[in-house]
């Protein structure tokens, strides 16, 4: 193969990654070494979104969904491809409070400007990583927007753990960073992921939110604040 081959393979188109994903993308999550930060996410998320009305975020899989959504009095999960949605609908949730839609997490209409918002947390795991340095603001305005005043907002997402994450193979102008990878159909992927540090998300914040907590697991970050 050459190289002009080898890079015509490298798909760009993030959305079409996952949708190809579908089924096997909690793979990453049977890491035995990652079982430990695991385990206490799932602790740790359960307790946050108890007696919460929570909008979640590029829910994917719903990977974390039995153990976010266990107390939580309703859970509205979103996502651009319905291939994940399929896998999230597959598991063992409650559905008389557990309910997914399509949407486009750039553009989130599920409340009606001016009208109250019947969300006071949000969720999005594994997906700010994904967001473009020059849409990191916006998107979080956005999710602002869509939810009630002083609303709980929870953000989770990988640490850069040499030797352990895929090695970013490039870094654009603007500072994204793009790792190469495979699935099990042999295709290739240039995905979008940045490691934003607590010093970057906490500028991003400064106008919108208080009471930032920032948590560094081996392997995974948390973000936890309250919309002013
Ligand atoms: C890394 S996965 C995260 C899934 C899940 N939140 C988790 O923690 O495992 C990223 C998800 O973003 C979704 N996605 C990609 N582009 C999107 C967009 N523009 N709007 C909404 N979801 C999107 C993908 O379908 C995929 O499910």
Redesign the pocket.
């Known amino acids: 193969m050459t190289n002009s081959d080898s890079d015509s393979s490298i798909k760009l188109q993030?959305?079409r990654?996952?949708?190809q994903?579908?089924h096997e993308?909690?793979e990453i999550?049977a890491r035995p070494h990652r079982q430990a930060d695991i385990a206490r996410i799932q602790r740790w998320l359960g307790e946050q979104f108890s007696g919460r009305h929570v909008l979640?975020?590029?829910?994917?899989?719903?990977?974390?969904l039995p153990a976010a959504s266990a107390q939580a009095l309703s859970w509205q999960g979103?996502?651009?491809?319905t291939?994940?949605l399929a896998v999230a609908r597959s598991k063992s949730l409650d559905f008389s409070k557990v309910s997914f839609r399509l949407?486009?997490?750039?553009?989130l209409d599920l409340v009606v400007p001016g009208s109250a918002s019947p969300f006071d947390a949000a969720?999005?795991?594994?997906?700010f990583?994904?967001v473009p340095v020059h849409r990191q603001a916006a998107w979080l305005a956005q999710l602002h927007r869509q939810l009630a005043p002083g609303a709980t907002v929870i953000l989770?997402d990988n640490r850069y753990v040499e030797g352990d994450s895929t090695p970013i193979a490039r870094v654009d102008a603007d500072g994204n960073g793009y790792q190469v990878r495979s699935l099990s159909d042999g295709s290739r992927h240039e995905v979008l992921k940045n490691f934003p540090t607590r010093e970057q998300m906490q500028a991003l914040l400064q106008a919108d939110a208080q009471a930032l907590e920032w948590q560094e697991l081996d392997y995974f970050w948390t973000l936890k604040y309250r919309l002013r």
């Not at 979103?78 to 491809?81: A, G, M, V």
């Not at 949407?103 to 553009?107: E, N």
């Open positions: 993030m959305p990654y996952y949708a994903r579908a993308y909690e999550f979640e975020v590029a829910t994917g899989t719903g990977y974390w979103t996502d651009i491809n291939e994940v949407a486009d997490a750039y553009a969720f999005a795991g594994h997906w990583s994904h989770l």
